[in-house]
């Protein structure tokens, strides 16, 4: 099982605690026999990274705020001094004003439409750009994207908007690197109780209707997560780019409430 990353480096950035989609994704790659690196946002979340990282048997836990485009310079000028080569890399991250997932998405003011593209959207753009220098021999990425993208789900409003333009990003950048053999893939997960979700207004809500109508009829795990980005971000994925996995428990297949379902 250890040779599916065996040799392989790669950055996870958006680890935030041990209920990050990020921790189910590096706690994957690393039983496989990836080598790690970490980002973090901020001196407050270093705390908790750096023995999360620890666990892993990881040291590289390096700051960057993919807002600012020094941070991020800086963050692969650091990687590239420790590793020289990066073979793929993890971005889960997104934002947005809490006070804007709720209420009318036609309410969303223009400040955080335009910070919440930057943050959620544009930051993986911006990565690709310095990541491709470092992926000679090719590579793979990976982003976290909701189907609150493809179809109208309760209060994800401007994020909906968001993750659609990151869909699409992740086909232009999947075009523009592939020549050089680097995929670009999107995971499309189920809702999971994490920090980021905890924003959303009525996220039990969100979490109970997808269990009870879901095709397995119950939610993903971090471990989902972590199981299908192993695929594509080994050899496994090696014919598979500008992708959306779904890791929903199929609920993006389903057309009504389930029969079964209870009334809520
Ligand atoms: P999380 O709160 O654990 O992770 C979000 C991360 O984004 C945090 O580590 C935070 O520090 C980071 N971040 C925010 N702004 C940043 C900035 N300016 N610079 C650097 N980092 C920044 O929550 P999560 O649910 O694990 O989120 C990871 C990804 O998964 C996000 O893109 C999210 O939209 C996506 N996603 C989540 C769900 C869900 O239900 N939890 C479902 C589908 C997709």
Redesign the pocket.
């Known amino acids: 099982a250890e040779s599916l990353m065996a040799g392989k480096r790669g950055l996870i950035?958006?680890?935030?605690?041990d209920?990050?989609?990020?921790w189910g994704i590096a706690k994957t790659l690393a039983e496989h026999g990836a080598e790690l690196a970490f980002?973090?946002?901020g001196e407050a979340?270093k705390k908790r990274v750096d023995p999360l990282a620890g666990q892993l048997g990881s040291d590289i836990v390096l700051p960057?705020?993919?807002?600012d485009e020094a941070s991020i310079d800086d963050l692969f000028a650091a990687l590239k001094e420790r590793w020289g080569g990066l073979d793929f890399i993890v971005h889960?991250?997104?934002?947005s004003d809490k006070n804007e997932l709720r209420g009318r998405y036609v309410d969303t003011s223009r400040g955080n439409f335009a910070m919440s593209m930057d943050?959620?959207v544009y930051?993986f753009t911006a990565i690709m750009q310095r990541a491709e220098k470092m992926m000679k021999e090719g590579g793979s990425a990976l982003?976290?994207?909701?189907y609150g993208a493809e179809k109208v789900m309760p209060h994800y409003n401007v994020?909906g908007v968001a993750?659609a333009a990151l869909e699409a990003s992740v086909q232009y950048l999947a075009e523009d690197l592939g020549k050089d053999g680097i995929r670009v893939n999107a995971i499309?997960?189920?809702?999971?109780?994490?920090?980021?979700?905890s924003g959303i207004g009525d996220f039990r809500y969100i979490m109970k209707w997808n269990e009870y109508n879901s095709p397995m009829r119950r939610n993903v795990t971090i471990e989902d997560v972590g199981k299908a980005a192993l695929f594509l971000l080994s050899d496994l994925g090696s014919g598979t780019t500008g992708e959306n996995l779904h890791v929903d428990a199929g609920y993006h297949v389903v057309g009504m409430k389930a029969v079964d379902a209870p009334d809520m």
């Open positions: 950035m958006g680890l935030a605690n209920k990050s989609i990020a980002s973090y946002q979340l960057c705020d993919v807002g889960a991250i997104g934002f943050i959620s930051s982003t976290l994207t909701y994020m993750k499309s997960a189920g809702p999971i109780k994490t920090l980021a979700a």
